[in-house]
Every structure is written in C-alpha cells, then in structure tokens.
C-alpha cells in the first residue's frame, strides 16, 4: 500500500514496500529514505523534509497501517469532499482561488457522508444544481499551518457530471474569483498554475479517460 502526501513543497511517501518508481527516486541525492519506524522516525522524516537540498521522502514500514497512523498523529486531521465535473463536451469545470487554478471542494460537515459533503461543496461553490455522483477518482493529501495547528487535509474526489447549459456562480466567499469550462487541450495550461494535489487529481482522470 500506498500514498502520497504534499507537504511545503517537498512530497512524502508513505508505504509497505516500494514500488518501481519509488525505488527509481531512492537513487536521487534529493531524495531521503527512512525504514524504521519509532519514537523519533516521524519527526526525523518531517525534519529531513524541511531541507532545502530534499524534495521527496520516502517512509517504509511493512505494517503501513501502523505507519500511517504514527505519521497521522502528528496531525490535526480535516477531511474534505470535492470532483471533477465535466460537461457534455467533456470540458472540465475549473475555478479560481487566491491565485491558482482548484477545482470545487470543501471540508466535510459532522454527520455527513463523504459523498453528500462532495455533491453540496460543488454546488455551493460554482452554483451548478443539476450535478450526477460518479465514481471515487483519488484522494489526496496535503498539509499546512494554521496558526499553531498542524494540519492534513484528506480530500476525497469524485466524478461527477454537469450541464454547461448552467449558470456558473463562484462563490466569492470561498474566494473565488473565476470559473469556468476548461476544454482537455487545455488542461495542460492550467496544471501549470495548479496545486500539485490538484495535478494529481487531473492526471488521475487522464488515465481513466
């Protein structure tokens, strides 16, 4: 098992065993390798990463569940609900957000189910009503600081169909600024000025389209 995790810039792996393209990134100078796991691992890996010189870590334990949840508990955990819509041509709905390219998500409410939160997120921030629940694509990881809080964010997005006869409506206090249809040949433009999670996101549906 495995995943991946955006923190400040630098990525990290969490997994049991390494696979073709994690054993590739072990022969890079940037990258930092840890296969214990005890007391003082965690933070040893959270620091290696704060490096300017590594970019990636990898974290080995054959008991990943054991592993992930030592590395969690560093962690004030927030989940989150989001998609990728397209249209009836196939165009991908995109919005805009404190300066990069995002695609519609939001943090899950008590109670919710993950795939209630990821339908009400869409419509609340593009003002699309007329929205089909598709299939699981990928979750994501990332962290950042919020104050003195430590926090990882794990997002779960969805296909999900629309209509481009809708109106779009960004939620301007979600920050929102932009929305719109983004065509496949243009995908590539956008990911230029995109989150990585989100990246991952995209490049997850490329793969299935």
């Known amino acids: ?7 400040h810039n ?31 691992s965690v933070k040893a890996m959270l620091r290696e990463l704060t490096l300017p010189e590594i970019k ?7 008991d990943f569940e054991q592993l992930k949840n030592a590395f969690f508990r560093k962690f004030e955990i927030i989940r989150a609900g989001g998609g990728l819509v397209l249209n009836e041509s196939r165009e991908v709905l995109m919005i805009h957000r404190r300066g990069f390219w995002d695609l ?3 943090k899950l409410d ?16 593009t003002g699309l009503s007329q929205l089909e629940l598709g299939a699981p694509l ?9 104050g003195t809080h430590h926090i990882l964010k794990e997002s779960h997005w969805f296909q999900m169909r629309g209509t481009a006869t809708e109106q779009l409506v ?8 932009n929305i719109g249809w983004v065509a496949p040949v243009q995908i590539a433009v956008y ?15 490329a793969q299935t389209s």
């Not at 098992?1 to 923190?7: A, S, V």
């Not at 990636?56 to 054959?62: E, L, S, W």
Request: charge should be negative.
């Open 56 to 62: 990636t870590g990898i974290f080995v334990h054959p």
């Open 191 to 205: 990911k230029e000025l995109a989150y990585p999670s989100i990246v991952d996101v995209l490049d997850a549906w």
């Open 138 to 146: 990928l979750v994501t990881y990332h962290t950042y600081e919020q």
């Open 10 to 40: 630098k990525v990290l792996y969490l997994c049991d065993q390494p696979n073709d393209y994690l054993k590739e990134l072990l022969h890079h100078p940037e990258t930092v390798l840890i296969d214990e796991l005890d007391m003082h």
């Open 110 to 125: 008590e109670g919710e189910t993950i795939e209630a939160c990821a339908l009400r997120e869409v419509k609340e921030e």
């Open 170 to 177: 960004p939620q301007t206090e979600e920050d929102i600024t």
């Open 104 to 106: 519609p998500k939001g």
């Open 1 to 7: 098992m495995q995943i991946k995790i955006h923190t």
